[in-house]
């Protein structure tokens, strides 16, 4: 299976929808997409990380725990990076021959497609571009977003929903104060 992009990575991310703010009168609500095998199994699929050959692996109960114990973990990565060692412990890496003889990042999570995800992660870091993954700066957004500003010091996931909303509060606030 090739590298996956970090966009694979914030799709998985945001299959954990914390978004609770209302927008034209519609009051977005939490939800999480991955609550089952079924739903884990569909997700993969989705993403083109089904192994080629499935034979000896099927989805368990603790597939769908690893999934999210990793989503969790790099959610919590992109939250503070000064935490990051207890959180991403279960997902170890090593350095592998791929079939032209040439080195490259492997896990070995025990769920095939979620081991693309965290070789993604760790290809991305050693590239640079994995700073550039955030959360919104919003509490009650949250949404994963890869920040595509020149600097790099985006905030928030949509500058026309969350940005401007945080912009509208803080002049409101200082008009008031």
Known sequence: MDTVDLGVVERFLNTDDRRTFSRHGEQRTTSDHLTSLDDLAAWLAQENLTPENPVGH????????????????????LTDNAQTGPALAGFPLRLSPDASGE???????GVPGLDAIIEAVAVSTAAGTWRRLK???????????????????????????????????????????
Request: aromatic share 8%; glycine share 8%.
């Open 58 to 77: 099927n989805l368990g109960a603790d597939d769908l725990s690893t999934a999210i114990s990793l989503r969790n973990a790099l959610r919590e990565v």
């Open 135 to 177: 959360l919104c700066a919003s509490d009650d957004c949250r949404w994963a977003f890869y920040d595509t500003s020149r600097s790099g010091g985006g905030r928030w996931c949509s500058m026309e929903v969350c940005g401007n909303r945080h912009k509208t509060r803080a002049y409101r606030q200082r008009q008031s104060g």
């Open 103 to 109: 080195l490259r990042i492997t896990a070995d999570s």
